[in-house]
């Protein structure tokens, strides 16, 4: 084991490719998609000579793999005045000491917040926890984890290069995904051809799903929620249980904000929902002041804000300091995660905004249970009530499908993530559909809503935990001073 010194994380060298931010047009470039069709069987195929990397597979996943399920122990055996027999023994454990992950995350760069805040943190406590029983047992052998991380500098190109590098140079056993949507569908395009397990992060499947369906995506398992498969379907119910009429959207110009909102146009106009204007935002915008101002005179009954932290932070603030408050407001990344809701600039202002996700520490005792470990190990401004009890039973899915293996060869995990019915943190009954993505009866919710500095699921019963919506939400006056108000 290396020391913790030693284990300080590895970061690429500062100008591996240049440092700039991706625009809708790079990401397009990139991912091999023209307009808003998606074709990742040919796009993606060809990203690899696009960064580098060439179209060569590896077979069966990192070098350090070693030993198949059944194993002949010993070669035929001649007894005594009988027959040869072979004795068959169970799988043979791995020569190796260890397990080694690789991964490229946004460390620094515009979408480090989500390291920081949202998968980041999961892993690192589940490594911890994993360690500390003595590591992941693989055919009767313990081997602690260790992570090989790079920082990717929230660059799309260094984050293909560097998932490359981690497979084809340091080979590591397996990889996590990226920061991000569009990164999540680059580096999917990458695993597959590589014949390497890519478990989503923080990033949807939307663009994938086609792929996934044809069965053009085998190693690819996607596991957090997302627009249409989960979130906008749900919202268009509460949109007709709470008799909302008329939205306006904005979202964020890349790959995330461009699945969401049409996906929320679909299903919210499904609905009976009239949407009202529908306003991209380029990332790292500044002033969004015109936007707000626009929306306020449509004067719409629920404003969806499907963008990432930063630029939802300063929509919020924006709305605030107009005294613009719609009757309901859904934000996208952000609205979720604690650190957002108790930012002083706010003051408790988001009580009756609702967020995508979702959880609650009321779900289940065993959410409880991991809200308050991890509390306990971070701090309460680090937890995220949309994937961080989906990141966790992700990977206790993943150490479970390994262990059922008896191996660490990826063709044979895969085979048992794709079948295996798990109990994990967030679910008793933890388990894929045919096409790789998470059951949606294995979440606690989609759609959560602040009550109190508290996050309560406000999907229908089940998932329920609070017995009122508040709506129309409270003014941000109102919901700075605590207010308890609800007329659902």
């Given at each position: 084991?290396?020391?913790?010194?030693?284990?300080?994380?590895?970061?690429?060298?500062?100008?591996?490719?240049?440092?700039?931010?991706?625009?809708?047009?790079?990401?397009?470039?990139?991912?091999g998609?023209?307009?808003?069709?998606?074709?990742?069987?040919?796009?993606?195929?060809?990203?690899?000579?696009?960064?580098?990397?060439?179209?060569?597979?590896?077979?069966?996943?990192?070098?350090?793999?070693?030993?198949?399920?059944?194993?002949?122990?010993?070669?035929?055996?001649?007894?005594?005045?009988?027959p040869t027999?072979?004795?068959?023994?169970?799988?043979?454990?791995?020569?190796?000491d260890?397990?080694?992950?690789?991964?490229?995350?946004?460390?620094?760069?515009?979408?480090?917040?989500?390291?920081?805040?949202?998968?980041?943190?999961a892993?690192?406590?589940?490594?911890?926890?994993?360690?500390?029983?003595?590591?992941?047992?693989?055919?009767?052998k313990?081997?602690?984890?260790?992570?090989?991380?790079?920082?990717?500098?929230?660059?799309?190109?260094?984050a293909?290069?560097?998932?490359?590098?981690?497979?084809?140079?340091?080979?590591?056993?397996?990889?996590?995904?990226?920061?991000?949507?569009a990164?999540?569908?680059?580096?999917?395009?990458?695993?597959?051809?590589?014949?390497?397990?890519?478990m989503?992060?923080?990033?949807?499947?939307?663009?994938?799903?086609?792929?996934?369906?044809?069965?053009?995506?085998?190693?690819?398992?996607?596991?957090?929620?997302?627009?249409?498969?989960?979130?906008?379907?749900?919202?268009?119910?509460?949109?007709?249980?709470?008799?909302?009429?008329?939205?306006?959207?904005?979202?964020?110009?890349?790959?995330?904000?461009?699945?969401?909102?049409?996906?929320?146009?679909?299903?919210?106009?499904?609905?009976?929902?009239?949407?009202?204007?529908?306003?991209?935002?380029?990332?790292?915008?500044k002033?969004?002041?015109?936007?707000?101002?626009?929306?306020?005179?449509?004067?719409?009954?629920?404003?969806?804000?499907f963008?990432?932290?930063?630029?939802?932070?300063?929509?919020?603030?924006?709305?605030?300091?107009?005294?613009?408050?719609?009757?309901?407001?859904?934000?996208?990344?952000?609205?979720?995660?604690?650190v957002?809701?108790?930012?002083?600039?706010?003051?408790?202002?988001?009580?009756?905004?609702?967020?995508?996700?979702?959880?609650?520490?009321?779900?289940?005792?065993?959410?409880?249970?991991?809200?308050?470990?991890?509390?306990?190990?971070?701090?309460?401004?680090?937890?995220?009530?949309?994937?961080?009890?989906?990141?966790?039973?992700?990977?206790?899915?993943?150490?479970?499908?390994?262990?059922?293996?008896?191996?660490?060869?990826?063709?044979?995990?895969?085979?048992?993530?794709?079948?295996?019915?798990?109990?994990?943190?967030?679910?008793?009954?933890?388990?894929?559909?045919?096409?790789?993505?998470?059951?949606?009866?294995?979440?606690?919710?989609?759609?959560?809503?602040?009550?109190?500095?508290?996050?309560?699921?406000?999907?229908?019963?089940?998932?329920?935990?609070?017995?009122?919506?508040?709506?129309?939400?409270?003014?941000?006056?109102?919901?700075?001073?605590?207010?308890?108000?609800?007329?659902?």
């Open positions: 084991m290396r020391s913790d010194e030693e284990e300080a994380r590895e970061c690429t060298e500062e100008g591996l490719v240049e440092d700039r931010e991706v625009s809708r047009r790079d990401f397009l470039k990139y991912a998609v023209a307009g808003a069709v998606i074709g990742v069987g040919g796009g993606l195929g060809g990203l690899l000579a696009a960064c580098g990397g060439g179209t060569t597979t590896t077979t069966g996943g990192a070098t350090t793999t070693a030993g198949g399920p059944t194993t002949t122990a010993g070669g035929p055996t001649t007894t005594a005045g009988g027999t072979t004795v068959v023994s169970g799988p043979e454990p791995p020569k190796q260890k397990i080694v992950i690789g991964a490229s995350r946004s460390i620094s760069g515009i979408s480090a917040f989500f390291d920081q805040n949202a998968f980041g943190p892993y690192r406590l589940w490594i911890k926890d994993v360690n500390a029983a003595g590591g992941i047992n693989v055919a009767g313990k081997l602690p984890v260790e992570i090989k991380e790079y920082d990717d500098q929230s660059v799309l190109d260094n293909t290069r560097n998932l490359i590098k981690l497979i084809d140079q340091d080979k590591v056993d397996f990889v996590f995904a990226p920061t991000s949507t990164f999540l569908f680059a580096a999917a395009g990458v695993c597959n051809a590589k014949k390497y397990i890519l989503s992060a923080e990033g949807g499947a939307t663009s994938l799903e086609k792929e996934m369906e044809a069965g053009k995506m085998p190693y690819v398992f996607q596991f957090l929620s997302y627009s249409n498969h989960n979130q906008m379907p749900v919202m268009g119910g509460l949109c007709t249980e709470l008799g909302i009429k008329t939205a306006s959207f904005m979202y964020i110009d890349d790959l995330h904000g461009i699945e969401y909102h049409s996906q929320a146009e679909i299903f919210l106009s499904s609905a009976g929902v009239k949407i009202l204007s529908d306003t991209a935002v380029p990332p790292g915008i002033d969004v002041s015109s936007i707000i101002k626009k929306i306020q005179a449509e004067n719409p009954d629920l404003l969806c804000s963008q990432y932290p930063p630029e939802n932070g300063l929509t919020l603030g924006t709305m605030m300091q107009l005294n613009y408050n719609p009757k309901a407001v859904l934000l996208g990344p952000g609205g979720s995660f604690q957002f809701y108790g930012d002083p600039g706010f003051k408790g202002a988001l009580d009756g905004c609702m967020f995508e996700g979702a959880w609650s520490p009321k779900s289940t005792p065993a959410a409880k249970e991991y809200t308050d470990k991890f509390i306990a190990e971070f701090g309460p401004e680090h937890i995220d009530y949309w994937g961080a009890l989906i990141y966790r039973a992700e990977l206790e899915f993943f150490q479970q499908a390994i262990e059922t293996a008896a191996t660490l060869d990826q063709d044979k995990i895969a085979d048992v993530m794709r079948t295996q019915h798990v109990k994990t943190v967030m679910s008793d009954d933890t388990f894929m559909n045919p096409f790789q993505i998470l059951d949606n009866s294995s979440y606690a919710g989609q759609i959560g809503q602040w009550q109190n500095g508290f996050p309560q699921v406000i999907d229908p019963a089940p998932k329920r935990t609070t017995a009122k919506i508040w709506y129309p939400k409270p003014t941000w006056a109102e919901a700075g001073a605590g207010s308890t108000t609800s007329t659902s």
